[in-house]
């Protein structure tokens, strides 16, 4: 049998305290993260965003415990799979790829080409596609592999996405359900789906899959959860002059309120893992909105986290993708949209469609105070809830 091995991979956040400057940093040296017509300006403005921002994300992950446990329930994850793996027979070695922060991803392919692994799976731990999300980690395993072709395992897969995998929706119904329970009058309690949002650009211009697929899991995971209860979907965490998917979850809280809604169960559907968006953004800056608007009982289904039925879902697709033919990094980045978001375009003179395109990317200079002015308050920390 060949060695087999399970690439997680997730987008990393600050362990403790001192961390966070330095995640802040490699967050915003990130040209997708923020995109500038300059590579040469990435680098300081990064350091001035992470310097700026420090001190108040390090008093939001104070409200969590210090740090974000995303590293230590990820590798939880990590060593249920393996053992539910074992138990079904199919031997497998575990890595943890971080986008931001340890273990990077370049960490754990490193390791993967030491153990010799011949046959990897690439699960990313993000239910549904975005190119902001598993995209960025897959064009970073592209940028990898093809400057040092000799990490590149022997044969490789990869799980684009998997929000229709049955053992998830059922742990989805599952968790929402224990909350619907614990209300007065389960079956007229709101249903809140919450999922972190992405700049509608995104979608309109690039071809972006999320927000179909985000709309596709909240119906499937309503039709599996099997009960009356009215539904909304929202995304959180929008940040700058852009617009971003729509509607807003602190808008469509607010809504809610002004309709009369006392009973809430909030679902953080594009989320496996409870880290500063649940756990400081949810549960404490959204409950304030919903308490002020009158929804006095808002109740949070966990995470999945290392939920033995989600830890069933993820060895299912495990094995399924083992079986079946190989689907590759080029297949699963691939756009619906012939759009150029990255690497960035070269310079161009000229009224050419790519002059055109740095004419606006100039025009986001004068965009940069804004968004300085909005690192010294409180917008930017929803920029980071995408890779928290």
């Not at 094995?319 to 690497?343: D, G, T």
Request: glycine share 6%.
């Amino acid at each position: 049998m060949s060695r087999v091995g399970v690439l997680l991979l997730n987008l990393g956040g600050p362990d403790k305290l001192e961390d966070v400057g330095p995640f802040l940093y490699n967050l915003f040296s990130d040209p997708e993260i923020i995109r500038l017509p300059f590579r040469w300006l990435q680098k300081p403005l990064a350091w001035f965003i992470a310097s700026r921002r420090t001190k108040t994300s390090q008093a939001n992950y104070k409200q969590i415990g210090g740090g974000s446990p995303l590293r230590r329930i990820t590798e939880a994850q990590g060593e249920a799979l393996k053992q539910k793996l074992g138990d079904l027979g199919q031997e497998v070695n575990i890595y943890v790829g971080m986008r931001y922060w340890h273990p990077y991803t370049e960490e754990a392919i490193a390791q993967i080409a030491q153990d010799k692994i011949e046959q990897l799976v690439i699960l990313p731990l993000y239910p549904q596609f975005s190119i902001s999300t598993s995209g960025s980690s897959f064009r970073l395993l592209e940028k990898l592999w093809r400057e040092q072709p000799e990490l590149q395992p022997r044969d490789y897969t990869v799980i684009p996405s998997w929000y229709k995998q049955p053992s998830y929706l059922r742990v989805m119904a599952e968790l929402i359900a224990q909350e619907l329970d614990q209300c007065p009058n389960p079956d007229e309690a709101h249903i809140f789906f919450s999922a972190h949002g992405v700049p509608k650009s995104y979608v309109e211009e690039a071809g972006d899959p999320y927000e179909q697929e985000i709309e596709e899991c909240t119906a499937l995971i309503m039709q599996t959860l099997n009960r009356p209860n009215l539904y909304t979907l929202a995304y959180q965490s929008r940040v700058g002059p852009v617009e971003w998917l729509q509607p807003y979850t602190e808008d469509a809280l607010q809504q809610l309120g002004a309709q009369g809604v006392k009973d809430l169960v909030v679902v953080p559907i594009s989320f496996v893992s409870e880290h500063i968006e649940t756990l400081q953004e949810i549960d404490i800056e959204y409950r304030e909105i919903a308490e002020d608007v009158g929804i006095h009982n808002f109740r949070r289904a966990a995470a999945p986290n290392t939920h033995p039925v989600f830890i069933q879902a993820l060895a299912e697709l495990v094995i399924e993708s083992v079986e079946k033919p190989s689907f590759k990094l080029s297949q699963a980045a691939q756009m619906k949209k012939k759009v150029k978001m990255y690497p960035q375009e070269n310079w161009e003179w000229g009224m050419t469609t790519s002059a055109e395109v740095w004419n606006g990317r100039i025009a986001m200079l004068g965009f940069i105070a804004l968004m300085i002015e909005l690192v010294t308050g409180h917008g930017l920390l929803h920029l980071i809830g995408l890779l928290q």
